[in-house]
């Protein structure tokens, strides 16, 4: 069964720091692997997508990387902005039927001004 | 604009009361499906729908109903809810398209509270 880690669980970093979130599964046969964003009392807004044949993907100050062999994959985030204060998501897709998808449980970032 | 809207956004109601928390998307994707997330436990899979008339488990099933009448309403229902049943819950909704490398697309949530 696919089990989805995310460490630290929390993280604070001041203003303008580079910082690496990590997401770690144990299966190694995924599909994809997106990273969310959830801010307060809203969904989640999908950030990027690494198809499995991929290595990374790049979205203005965030680079997603994936390494299927070892079961990770890191969220990298550049010059970090108070804005970018929130809840972390990472999740694999299971299966090549739908989109079904395990989430890992978060990483609540705050970036202090 | 592209979105999903669920409604209402917060409910309050006591144990064994029926209710329907609706979700409906403007985007034409054929895949939706229904997620809630607890402290602890993270995003868990309630049911999902590939398509109009066709639904399938998640998860966490047990105690909701689901029905995909037409292609853009995906309604969750809870027959008989149970404090247990307590919870946010997520509709998601994504365009299926070869081998389904496609993002999926949030609502803003439904917090529910059963007494």
């Known amino acids: 069964k696919q089990e989805v880690t995310q460490i630290p669980a929390a993280l604070s970093v001041p203003e303008g720091e580079n910082l690496v979130l990590n997401c770690s599964f144990t299966?190694?046969?995924?599909?994809?692997l997106q990273w969310f964003r959830q801010d307060p009392g809203k969904g989640l807004t999908s950030l990027l997508l690494?198809?499995?044949?991929?290595r990374e993907q790049t979205s203005g100050r965030l680079n997603a990387s994936l390494d299927k062999s070892s079961g990770r994959s890191t969220l990298y985030i550049a010059a970090s902005q108070p804005g970018d204060s929130a809840t972390y998501l990472c999740?694999?897709?299971?299966?090549?039927?739908?989109?079904?998808?395990?989430f890992g449980p978060g990483t609540r970032l705050s970036v202090l001004p | 604009e592209a979105q999903v809207t669920q409604n209402p956004r917060y409910l309050i109601t006591v144990t064994g009361k029926k209710l329907t928390v609706t979700c409906s998307q403007n985007?034409?994707?054929?895949?939706m499906s229904w997620y809630r997330q607890d402290p602890g436990l993270g995003l868990r899979q309630i049911y999902y729908?590939?398509?109009?008339?066709?639904?399938d488990k998640g998860d966490v099933p047990e105690g909701y109903k689901v029905s995909r009448k037409e292609k853009r309403n995906f309604p969750l229902i809870l027959e008989s809810p149970s404090p247990n049943q307590t919870s946010l819950y997520f509709c998601?909704?994504?365009?299926?398209?070869?081998?389904?490398?496609?993002?999926?697309?949030f609502g803003n949530g439904t917090r529910l509270t059963v007494t």
């Open positions: 998601a909704t994504s365009k299926v398209v070869g081998t389904g490398n496609s993002p999926l697309h």
């Open positions: 299966d190694s046969a995924i599909y994809n």
């Open positions: 690494i198809q499995s044949s991929q």
């Open positions: 999740a694999v897709k299971r299966d090549n039927y739908g989109q079904n998808f395990v």
């Open positions: 985007m034409n994707h054929e895949y």
């Open positions: 729908s590939m398509n109009v008339e066709v639904t």
